[in-house]
Each structure stands twice: as C-alpha cells, then as structure tokens.
C-alpha cells in the first residue's frame, strides 16, 4: 500500500520518513510502545505490536521530546494509526 492510499494522506504537512520508538500515554497508567513511521508539523503515522482500540484523543512520547504531544486520532487501519497534532 503506498502512502498516498492511506486514509488520511490528505492532510496537510510534508512528512518525513522515520524509523524511532515512541510511547502511547493512554490515561494516568497506561502506556504503549509504538514503531513511528513518518513524521509532520501536524502530526504522525505509527505502528503499535498488536491491533489496539485507541480512543479518539491520547498523548505521543515521541523521541528526542521531553514532554508529550496531544494528539486526535485520523484514522486506523490494523495495527497502523495517523493522528494529528491538537
């Protein structure tokens, strides 16, 4: 599947191909190892281990960041995700 087919892949940002490990803060205690797969100034697509309900709104660790992103979930496809930055 290209990028492009992605629901989502209309928004807007250039994204930036990656490959980095961020965490998925889902409440006060739980959190989600995920496998980033691109990157833009609105938002990010990623990959967790194992298909996962996620709720609309939840928080992204991303590397080299000290604090986490609020982010809204776009779309879900699998075990893919593309949320945008809020």
Known sequence: MR???LPG???RGRRTPVIA???LK????RSVPCDIRNISSGGVR???RKEINLPETFS???????QPRLCQRRW???RE???EFI
């Not at 889902?26 to 205690?29: A, N, P, Q, R, V």
């Not at 992204?60 to 000290?66: C, E, F, G, H």
């Open 3 to 5: 990028q492009t087919d």
């Open 9 to 11: 892949a209309e928004l």
């Open 21 to 23: 490990k961020g965490t």
């Open 26 to 29: 889902l409440g006060f205690l």
């Open 46 to 48: 990623f990959a967790t």
């Open 60 to 66: 992204i660790r991303l590397p080299n960041s000290k």
């Open 76 to 78: 879900q496809l699998g």
């Open 81 to 83: 995700t593309g949320v």
